[in-house]
């Protein structure tokens, strides 16, 4: 065979390549036939959707709410913004007005706006409220049919703008499950599901929508959604903030980590949602357009979530205070800071993430009464707490990163924390001993003679911050003499999560809404009424099974104030003393989520300057950043 | 011949028997898996608000209940065996109420697109390069492409996979790099769809050819260099018989048999999708939708999914056992 033979089988095989062959603009992500400068791109954290072309978000898995769906074509009641809002946190969105219950909470009375329509032209009314309710409630087996039925005994609209909830029992807090913190009960149309056989298997394909956009497109695939301008989105409650900018939205499914990054670095999307932070330095370092909730170190926005250790407190070992108490202080949190998120982290020594309001609410008022707080080992009295490990994790940082990182004391506080727990292995010991552990060598025994093993759930490559966090505390806790072991879940630590089938995992257990200091979103959930025996399925949250009275008279007393009620935040200051004294989980930090915002062909995303919305790309009040948003030139 | 219609018998028993434990194997370990549904399903739901605890065990039981997940491991094997025969895997845990059969439906022509293309392209290239190699063995290009073919064929499938991407994705950004055609055109058979999924098919194909040319390369090329060595190559070369037919009708043919088994087997995996080449290139296929129903612990899929798959492979290696009496003297009907 000549070469030239070679070289023609090679061009034959390769020419009907050729026609498909693009220029590089050609080949680029973007949706065709749409202008660029008018199209935002964002990413749909859910990827690949299975079921593309369902819509009924209130059905049980059906199709997807991240896909521009809750964010641009739906609405609901209220909204609670992590931060700080386009007019203060709380939004009155489809109500006029704030909630207003009778005197023992046992009904709630909504006055809504008038003048919004649905994208068909119906007008929106306290029918749609009702129906909302109804509905779920006579179906059985949608989204929100447990809740619904659970607390409503009847719903009433007496007018087309008002709504009168009659509850079973009190609940100070109903209005919550139509209050978006990153989605809610969201208002479903009458007029639509009133012609519907079976509302729980209807795909609701095409969308009916009350929010400013209405959908343009999608893969059956499920690889991305267009979203367009309502021609009236005046007559949609976000209209009252402006016009949103882009008159199209697409929520894509970018691919991996890698693929984000590439992809934005091609402008093809403009907003991702959550990328690792070494994915976040990259895009920092080589697209001086691209801009993160902080302008530089940690860059990271922190989520409302607080990743801890949660220990299994029905572990016969875990259930003692001293035991847990001396697992934390064995950890050193700047080595796990930059083991999880290289150093790109904000911690919390409270179990209250440091996000929205609760730095002013809980983590600034509290410093006091944490430099104060004394453990008494039984041998030695140590206060714990140092009030400088934010800063000495900005100075440690510094010689690497240089002017990215912050040198005033408040940005410092603001973007890495205040103090932790000192590390002192010796304390620890004195505490293990006072629990009748004992030492050989370098091994702590438990008080029957046998190793005190430790394993810790970890997510794995679903969850590579968390999963890295963890490896860390558990080479310290090895260090420190316990016989420590990464427990990978890899898909089953939502199963094993529910079951109580762990020692302890690295999660999260604290949720709040971030930019109000009320507690109640996570902590009803602890009463020990709702606490499952071992084996048993554990009810939302509270996975750590922790039982204590002083915890359920806390719960109860909030139960009886309302939402805005003073009170509550005396109440949620008496739950981070509790939890400091008794360490059920170890606090770390906040979730940072790395979300990347491009602003090539868009300015105007909410940041650490002007936190007027939450930006990741999931949430449902993340809407609020289209009215914000304008062309880049 | 007369022993055949005895052999066909026995090897279609085989086939239902091969199928039968498979398919039951299928069954037993996707319900001994610790993830379940339901609390995969709950925290998607809860995740949306402060769900009351009360609520969340209400809708535990609405859940199982709904799932078809509350009768006994015994009945729920009935259930499955009765629906298979009927080709109905039942609804999608994870994408509630969607057939199971949609879903495969939806992916399966991705799939079989690019794996069967791509399969081929592989095998042609392979086997005639590595067929030439074998044959020409002083013959300088072809040395190197079996140097090429030994250097390329140990590396990680996703390095290849992750090279291309960089290289054609970013540093010359000429091709797509994820999805199975550009957004927002109609799906159908219009030129500019057809091109569009023809571009977005060349990365992942490329990859996969790039990756498996060398083993199909390397294997024809050591086939062949035994076959020159047998008497009646050796005889036909003596008597002065044209080295293209020689290479053509006595070396070719005789080495190919495995190959085509081979092949055969490559096509009936095309079910399982190419795993990593659909997740890495973010493409719609069936491997991708395996790997999200494992993570969701949807049964249903999974086993709709693995079931395919098991009759696909087994109907591919029963074709060839019952051609290759009919194209193969050498083959004894046992």
Redesign the interface.
Known sequence: ?T?LR?WLLTAA?LAP?I??????AA????????PRKELLILENPE??I??AA?FNIW?????S?SNGLQQAALDTLWYIDPEKGLDGAWDNSLAAEKPVYNADFTEMRVKLRRGLFWSDGVEFTSADVKATVDIQVKA??M?????L???VASVEAPDAETVIFKLKKPNS?FH??F?V?????WILPKHVFDKVEDP??FDFNKPVSLGAYTLH?F??????Y?WQLREDWQRSSLGRYGKPGPKYL?Y?????P??RV??Q??HELDVIHDIAPEGMFTLAKQDKGTRAWFKGFPYGHPDPTLPAVIFNTQNEHLKNRDVRWALALMIDVKAVTMAAYRGAATISAIAVPPTGIHPEAYHKPMEAWLKDFEIDTGKSKVKPYDPTVGKQIADMLRPSMGDQIPSDPAVIANSFGLGWWKTNVAAAGELLTRAGFRKQGNQWLTPDGKPFVVRLMVEGD?RPVMTRAGTMIVQQWKQAGIDARIDVAQ??L???R?AGDFDAFIGWSVETWGGHQDL???M??WHSQ?VAEPGK?Q??RNWQRWTHPEIDKIIEDIRKIDFDDPKGVELGRDYVKLMTREMPIIPLMAYNVFTAMDQTYWKGYPTAEDPYANPVTNWGNSRYMFVRLKPAN | MSAYPAYLAKRLAQFVMVVFIGVNLAFVITHASPIDPVEQSIAVVTSFGSTAPEAIAAMRSSLQELYGLKGTLAEQYLTFWSRVVRGDFGPSLSAFPTPVSALIGRALPWTAGLLIVSTLITWVLGNLLGGLAGYYQRNRTLKLMGVVAMGVHPIPYYIVALLLLIVFGFLWPVLPITGGSAMNLQQGWNWAFISSVVLHSILPALSLILIGLGSWFLGMRSLVSNIVTEDYVVYAETAGLDSRRVLGSYVMRNALAPQVTGLAMSLGGIFNGAVITEKVFGYPGVGTLLVDAVYAGDYGLVLGVTTVSIIAVSVGVLVIDLLYPLIDPRVELR
């Open positions: 065979m070469r070679a095989l390549a026609p498909f062959l693009p220029t590089p080949a680029q992500g973007i949706p065709q036939n749409i990827g690949t299975k079921n369902w059905a049980i898995n059906a199709g709410q059985g087996s989204r929100f049919s447990a809740v039925a659970n607390n807090r919550t499950n209050t913190r990153w989605g809610a009960i729980a298997k497109s893969d059956p695939d499920g690889k991305w267009i697409a894509i499914d970018p691919g991996p890698d693929k590439i992809a670095l091609n679903l898909g089953t939502l199963t094993r529910a109640s979103y996570f009803d959930s709702f399925p009810p939302l």
